[in-house]
């Protein structure tokens, strides 16, 4: 892909929106805690250096190799597409008016975008860095009939979403 971050972060905005105007949407991205079992089994796999960048919005894209072999770059990605769709306040007017996005990251404690408001969802608190456990998790506390889980299976994957089917 090509361009910058900016657009690498529009990309997945767009991608969510198409989503959100039929449903709810619970984003989760990969955790990378240090010092877990599974930072120890992907160190294991990290066999080569990798360039650890200083990622901003208007960064040129680094190859997708690249981001995607160093610890460091995927969480500095993560970070910024959160803090991107926590802060667009024009996102949450165009996006969350008939259904909430739920954003699980780093943090213990998802955020929740829903007509206009953020607010933190400490019901669904979790230290748990799989993501698979996150989203059974999620998907039995928010009490959805049926779920579609759409893992990110393109450039610079990350992140998975999980849409209710109520």
Avoid: W
């Avoid at 805690?33 to 901003?56: M, N, P």
């Avoid at 991107?84 to 975008?113: A, M, N």
């Amino acid at each position: 892909m090509e361009g910058t971050l900016n657009d690498f972060v529009t990309n997945v905005k767009n991608r969510v929106r198409k989503y959100l105007e039929k449903t709810d949407v619970y984003l989760v991205f990969d955790r990378y805690d240090d010092f877990s079992t599974k930072s120890v089994a992907r160190g294991g796999r990290e066999t080569r250096v990798t360039r650890t960048h200083q990622l901003r919005i208007e960064t040129k894209l680094p190859a997708q190799n690249v981001v995607l072999t160093g610890v460091e770059n995927k969480k500095e990605l993560i970070s910024i597409i959160f803090r991107e769709l926590i802060h667009d306040r024009l996102f949450h007017v165009e996006c969350t008016k008939g259904h909430k996005l739920v954003v699980t990251e780093e943090q213990p404690c998802p955020v929740e975008i829903s007509s206009e408001e953020v607010k933190t969802r400490h019901d669904l608190e979790t230290y748990h860095e799989e993501v698979d456990n996150i989203i059974v998790q999620q998907v039995l506390k928010c009490g959805a009939k049926a779920v579609s889980v759409i893992s990110d299976t393109c450039s610079y994957s990350c992140f998975t979403i999980i849409r209710t089917l109520t």
